[in-house]
């Protein structure tokens, strides 16, 4: 891994510090920083993380100036267009595309573990109607650890597939509960003869009431909403599962650590905000101002959906979101969605902006999913819930690598400190202020 012998130098008030620079298979050297306190008696800083490979990873690589996202060394279209999502959970979780048999038994072992412990059905009972359901599955799924105790052993290598086969298993059906709750609808139990994209539809869906029949269309969609969103290196939802997991956490309290990381609207709440930014837009007449609030710095609005911390070139999973967005409202024959108009002419203005030009701010995978997932009859509260329902295949995939590591190490990052400097203790009684509020208040 070492660039045949190459290092970087830092020199500081006389002592030098060699960083051996390090080489993946693809991505720009890093230079190792380990050994940095020892030699200069100095740490590195870097807020948020963008200058710092954090692990080594095997599965997933991003090119962000080229528009380049592989898993394991495929291209995302490829996978997109020709894989269904189990095929690439497998993928993320093992390193290689399974074999037909391999395939088929993955798939039997996933459908095998839709269903939920009965026990679990209470806890939905215990939240609020209209509670967010980023908040339901964030409780149930730190809450399967109560329930699994066979599968918290991270030390056994079996524990850890079974436990990484449930999570994946299991969240659509908590994920599609926890939107029949608020809607006081009966939970719709997993059903063995469909698919995953199809099960969860029917698990979103169906009514004991009457039949449902899963749309084909709708299902593909699903499966590629799902793959889009599988993985995506180490954000900062991943980067959270990695930390909780690097203290020994058993992958229930790591993965529902993932979710709440996911929640925020910088990072998966983003496809929800599209929507809601559309809406406050209203009229394509409109867009011209919102554009002007964008860029007036003052204002605190932000384009949502556009921008990313590492494609600074168009995200290549929005590419393939474009165009199964137009797929999806064509095969659904909705042609004048306002909404779906307004979009495109935001983001045409925006494409050619100089604002966004210079700051090479692209429409990302939010962008469209959004409206893909109303136009399917998802509510806009479930959307960040299915960003959660396909990263889970990421996260557990990057728990296992990271836990499967020689020496793997508690993360601890240090800090620049930069609060009062170290002062002497004053007794309550002999504080000015304290003083003054208690004559006051006696008086
Ligand atoms: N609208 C307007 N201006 C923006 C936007 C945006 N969406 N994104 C970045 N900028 C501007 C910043 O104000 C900054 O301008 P400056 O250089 O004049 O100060 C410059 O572009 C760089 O922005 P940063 O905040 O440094 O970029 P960063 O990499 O930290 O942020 C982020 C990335 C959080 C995704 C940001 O682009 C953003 O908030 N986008 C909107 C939310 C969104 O769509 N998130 C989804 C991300 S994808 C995902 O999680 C699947």
Known sequence: MSAAGKSATITLDGKTAELPLLSGTLGPDVADIRKIVGQLGVFTFDPG??????CESKITFIDGDEGVLLHRGYPIAGLAEGATFPEIAYLLLYGELPTRRQNDEFVKTLTTHTLLHEQIRNFFNGFRRDAHPMAIICGTVGALSAFYHDGIDISNAASRDLSAVRLIAKIPTIAAWAY??????????PRNDLTYAENFLSMMFARPSEPYVVSPILARAMDRILILHADHEQNASTSTVRLAGSTGANPFACIAAGIAALWGPAHGGANEAVLTMLADIGHKDNIPAFIEKVKDKTSGVRLMGFGHRVYKNFDPRAKIMQATCHEVL???GITDDPLLELAVELERIAIEDEYFVQRKLYPNVDFYSGIILKAMGIPTSMFTVLFAVARTAGWIAQWKEMIEEPGQRIGRPRQ??????????????QREGAKMKVSEDMS
């Open 49 to 54: 993380y963008g200058e710092t490979a954090s």
């Open 180 to 189: 029949k709750y608020t809607q006081g609808e009966p939970f719709v139990y």
């Open 330 to 332: 064509g095969e659904l």
């Open 416 to 429: 620049l400190y930069t609060g009062a400097p170290v002062r002497e203790f004053v007794p309550l009684d």
